[in-house]
Nanobody, 124 residues
Framework: QVQLVESGGGLVQAGGSLRLSCVVSGRTFGSATIGWFRQAPGKEREFVAAINWGSRSTYYADSVKGRFTISRDNAKNTVYLQMNSLKFEDTAVYYC?????????????????WGQGTQVTVSS
């Protein structure tokens, strides 16, 4: 079992920044992938970014590349999503998810564990 708890969402003006945190607890594997997804009202959940737990390799959706940075703090078992130059279209509920076997990067279906989500609202 893996538990994920997100925090750090809020209201920010366009052009501003937020940092989301995802505390990971329970059993994890070196090959696990931790991903961030988001879902806006009336839209499907979409991939944002992911990091491999062991290698720290990172992956991004084209829509956030160059603006968002995913990272991991070993000591705190926490994955961060630093979001800069936020746009109105970044408004969504952001979810942290874990694929313990590292089977996928972008496919939500293979992420077995999910956090409760944190709301990010960007005002234009």
């Amino acid at each position: 079992q893996v538990q994920l708890v997100e925090s750090g969402g809020g209201l920010v003006q366009a052009g501003g920044s937020l940092r989301l945190s995802c505390v990971v607890s329970g059993r994890t594997f070196g090959s696990a992938t931790i991903g961030w997804f988001r879902q806006a009202p009336g839209k499907e959940r979409e991939f944002v970014a992911a990091i491999n737990w062991g290698s720290r390799s990172t992956y991004y959706a084209d829509s956030v590349k160059g603006r968002f940075t995913i990272s991991r703090d070993n000591a705190k078992n926490t994955v961060y999503l630093q979001m800069n130059s936020l746009k109105f279209e970044d408004t969504a509920v952001y979810y942290c998810a874990a694929d313990p076997l590292g089977r996928t990067i972008r496919t939500a279906l293979y992420y077995d564990y999910w956090g409760q989500g944190t709301q990010v609202t960007v005002s234009s």
